[in-house]
Each structure stands twice: as C-alpha cells, then as structure tokens.
C-alpha cells in the first residue's frame, strides 16, 4: 500500500502564495494521474489541479493562479497557490491512481490531507 504525504499547508493571507507538497512512500510503474483535491467547511470534496503525462487540467476556480507540477516518475506532485483567496481557505488533499504492474491491482490513492486557511 503506497502512503502519499502532504506538506506546505499553513495560514497566510489573501494574496499571498503557498507551496504544497506529496510524495510517495514508494515507486509504482502505472501512474496514470496525479492531482489535488480540496474539501471546504461545509462543502463536497472537489478537484482543484490534476496532472497525467500530458496537460494539466485546473478547476475554473483556480485557473491562472495555482499551477501543478510533477517529478518525471510521477511520484512527486506539487502544487504552487499563488493570489489566494479566503475562499480557497480548504483541506488539500493529494491523489494518486493508475494500476501496479507490480501486484497487478489497480490503485486509488489519498493523503491525510493538509490545511490551508486563507485570512481576509
């Protein structure tokens, strides 16, 4: 079982940049995507950022503020917040799918999850 770790959550304030973070605990050959999540106070989970091994893909939400970026084995993926807004105040979580070659089993993903709280 892979664990996906998340770091660069904190409190900032509205305008300023956070820098997230998700390692895997191990290499798997057969990552089709990895991306980002947020959960909100009293809101549904929802997609933020994703990336496979072409385009990226970004909620309207974000566009033009938050970029995604990946290592080339697809066991690291980033995400850079930049002009936040209080309503971008979530928990981020980090997902990873695709199907193991190694144990032959498809997989889906998550991290603990990692706050961000953007003050006004």
């Known amino acids: 079982q892979v664990q996906l770790v998340e770091s660069g959550g904190g409190l900032v304030q509205a305008g300023g940049s956070l820098r997230l973070s998700c390692a895997a605990s191990k290499r798997i050959i057969g990552v089709d995507a990895m991306g980002w999540h947020r959960q909100g106070p009293g809101k549904q989970r929802e997609l933020v950022a994703s990336?496979?091994?072409?385009?990226?893909n970004y909620a309207d939400s974000v566009k033009g503020r938050f970029t995604i970026s990946r290592d080339s084995a697809m066991n690291t993926v980033y995400l850079q917040m930049n002009s936040l807004k209080p309503e971008d105040t979530a928990v981020y979580y980090c997902?990873?799918?695709?199907?193991?070659?190694?144990?032959?089993?498809?997989?889906?993903?998550w991290g603990q999850g990692t706050q961000v709280t953007v003050s006004s």
């Open positions: 997902n990873q799918r695709g199907f193991d070659y190694g144990s032959r089993k498809s997989f889906n993903s």
């Open positions: 990336i496979t091994g072409g385009s990226p």
